[in-house]
């Protein structure tokens, strides 16, 4: 937490945050506050915290880089199935525009929260 001279906060670093390889056997290039990656079924992560965030009401900005057009979704196990963040871990899913998955080289995931 960032607070100016009053003592009024005015900035929170990032609470977690991953880059990894979505591909083959996945794997961390690098991270802050994740302790495991776990490849739940194709163009779906399960992103697991080292240290618990106090509520599951956090942020989650995620991306990834390829070059054919897709979106990322939170919390979905697939098929619109709507999976709850928990203390522990979220899901992401990455698909392209008609809701195919699939597997990303490259992956960036933001967390934000108390």
């Known amino acids: 937490m960032f607070k100016n001279s009053s003592g009024t906060e005015i900035g929170q ?3 977690a945050w991953i880059n990894l ?3 083959g056997t996945i ?3 690098n991270q802050f506050n994740v302790s495991s ?3 739940v079924a194709t ?4 992103i697991t915290f080292t240290t618990a965030m106090p509520n ?3 942020v989650v ?5 390829e070059s054919s057009a897709g979106f990322s979704v939170l919390h979905d196990s697939g098929a619109g199935n709507y999976r709850a963040p928990t203390v522990n871990d979220f ?3 990455h698909a392209d525009d008609q809701g195919t998955q699939y597997d990303r080289r490259q992956v960036a995931v933001v967390v934000f929260g108390d």
């Not at 163009?43 to 399960?46: D, E, L, S, V």
């Open 37 to 39: 990656i776990t490849d």
């Open 21 to 23: 390889d979505g591909t």
């Open 61 to 65: 900005v995620t991306t990834s880089g």
């Open 56 to 58: 599951a009401d956090y």
């Open 13 to 15: 670093l990032a609470k």
């Open 91 to 93: 899901l992401v899913r």
């Open 43 to 46: 163009g779906i992560y399960k």
């Open 27 to 29: 794997s961390i290039r």
